[in-house]
């Protein structure tokens, strides 16, 4: 993935959208698109696909019974090169190379979203190297394990489980960031971003409390009401000196007023996109965009995020709001345009009239 040395672009669907309507295409429909080619498939593995990453001529796809590494040099032919079991809710895929300057690794990352009872790929009592055929979630009370697993796949027919790194809540999915430290040592150390020549890579990760659900005692923050909060993304940071040192950097709060689904607090971002070049993230969080400064990749800056509700179309500003409670629209009413904030009020409360008996 050379580009991806230039600038690193994650496209995100902003939460906010689902209420918009999808557009829908049917098998095979693709053949007949506009700028889009179909060259080939490749079998699925598994019931669930999840998540592609490239790297030059080799694609990797995420699956939940593991991942495959696919040579898509001939892309009218592309040649499986293994099919990696690793059974995993999620299992969505990242992948740096460490460059010459730092032994000329290609790391793996993959999200494990549901805790499971070993952190590696193979059974816990056996050492056959068969996948794991452990329940999505962990017995209660037992060790458990979610979060970000590492692979060196350098050699891509046979990946090397490097290790596992436990993210509160797991992780739904990550993003790759290349930086290097400039600077400073222990909790002082300073970094930049480098697309060009990272020592390191941090993992942006976003997680939802799934496990809280079903056992509150497993992630997040256990309200007095028996809610769960989890409002934040996770760090993980993945040294090319020795990425067995990988482990979490830290917890990133976003904004208090960070919007959840209609009616719920916000539980955390769905996907996070990275500009490298402009020093950007925008944040898929669950019921908003937002953009946050990473200029100091260590420590976005979530709290004075740029949100997208000056720029929404106002039919589906008032959808957004028409599901929210009243006290978490009014702080965000406040922070917007006024103009803006006083057209869909009124809207609003045309919608509220409407729907009195």
């Not at 999840?50 to 892309?75: C, E, V």
Request: hydrophobic residues 40%; glycine residues 8%; aromatic residues 6%.
């Amino acid at each position: 993935m050379r580009c991806v040395r230039q600038v690193v672009v994650l496209t995100v669907a902003l939460g906010a959208l689902a209420f918009a309507a999808p557009a829908l295409a049917g098998h095979g429909e693709i053949d007949e698109q506009q700028n889009a080619t179909h060259l080939s498939n490749v079998a699925q593995t598994g019931p669930t696909n999840s998540d592609l990453a490239f790297w030059g001529d080799q694609l990797y796809a995420g699956n939940y019974d593991g991942f495959k590494i696919i040579d898509i040099s001939d892309r009218a032919e592309p040649e499986t090169l293994v099919d990696y079991p690793c059974v995993s809710i999620q299992n969505d895929v990242g992948v740096w190379d460490t460059g010459p300057n730092h032994g000329s690794k290609r790391l793996l990352f993959t999200s494990v979203d549901a805790s499971e009872t070993t952190d590696d790929c193979v059974d816990g009592d056996d050492t056959d190297g068969v996948k794991d055929p452990v329940s999505p979630l962990a017995p209660s009370g037992e060790e458990d394990f979610e979060g970000i697993r590492i692979f060196d796949v350098t050699t891509p027919s046979s990946p090397i489980y490097v290790k596992a790194v436990s993210t509160d809540c797991g992780s739904h999915t990550h993003t790759v960031i290349p930086v290097r430290q400039t600077g400073g040592s222990g909790d002082k150390r300073k970094f930049a971003l480098d697309a060009e020549n990272p020592d390191r890579v941090f993992i942006y990760v976003s997680s939802y409390p799934l496990a809280s659900a079903l056992d509150p005692s497993r992630c997040g923050v256990t309200n007095a009401d028996g809610s769960t909060t989890h409002n934040k993304i996770s760090i993980v940071e993945v040294p090319f000196a020795d990425p067995t040192e990988a482990d979490v950097l830290k917890e990133v709060p976003l904004h208090p007023m960070t919007l959840g689904f209609p009616g719920q607090e916000s539980q955390g971002c769905h996907d996070i996109g990275v500009m490298i070049e402009l020093a950007l993230a925008a944040g898929a969080c669950q019921g908003e965009g937002q953009v946050w400064d990473i200029s100091d990749p260590a420590n976005p800056d979530t709290q004075n995020a740029a949100r997208i509700f000056n720029e929404l179309d106002m039919e589906l500003l008032t959808a957004v709001f028409g599901g929210m409670k009243e006290a978490k629209t009014a702080p965000i009413l406040a922070e917007m345009d006024a103009l803006k904030a006083r057209e869909v009020t009124a809207r609003l409360a045309v919608r509220q009239v409407a729907k009195a008996p």
